[in-house]
């Protein structure tokens, strides 16, 4: 079984960055598939970036060249690059594991305001 815990998030103005972690309780390296996902108020939670064991990454349209996302394996650890934030960027982000089945970490709220 993998728990994962998100960090990073925190209030941010219009145009910064923040870097979002996700930590494993155990190895990554054989999980197919890692992803961030984001939920506002009302709405579903969505897909932002996905990044599989074989470092193939996926992003939704509205984070293209804004977000990065990558994977240490010898820290057990992903990531998420926001840069360009913007207030509609304003969500509680969650880590997603996929090992056979599938883990949520308990979110991190990112905001986005002046």
């Given at each position: 079984?993998?728990q994962v815990?998100?960090s990073?998030?925190?209030?941010?103005?219009?145009?910064?960055?923040?870097?979002l972690?996700?930590?494993?309780?155990g190895?990554i390296?054989?999980?197919?598939?890692m992803g961030?996902?984001?939920?506002?108020p009302?709405?579903q939670?969505?897909?932002?970036?996905?990044i599989?064991?074989?470092?193939?990454?996926n992003?939704?349209?509205?984070?293209k060249g804004?977000?990065?996302?990558?994977?240490?394996?010898?820290k057990?650890?992903?990531y998420?690059?926001?840069?360009?934030?913007?207030?509609?960027?304003t969500?509680?982000?969650?880590?997603?594991?996929?090992?056979r089945?599938?883990y949520?970490?308990?979110?991190t709220?990112v905001?986005v305001?002046?």
């Amino acid at each position: 079984q993998v728990q994962v815990v998100e960090s990073g998030g925190g209030l941010v103005q219009p145009g910064g960055s923040l870097r979002l972690s996700c930590s494993a309780s155990g190895s990554i390296s054989s999980i197919s598939f890692m992803g961030w996902y984001r939920q506002t108020p009302g709405k579903q939670r969505e897909l932002v970036a996905s990044i599989t064991r074989e470092v193939i990454t996926n992003y939704a349209d509205s984070v293209k060249g804004r977000f990065t996302i990558s994977r240490d394996n010898a820290k057990n650890t992903m990531y998420l690059q926001m840069n360009s934030l913007k207030p509609e960027d304003t969500a509680v982000y969650y880590c997603y594991a996929f090992d056979r089945v599938g883990y949520w970490g308990q979110g991190t709220q990112v905001t986005v305001s002046s």
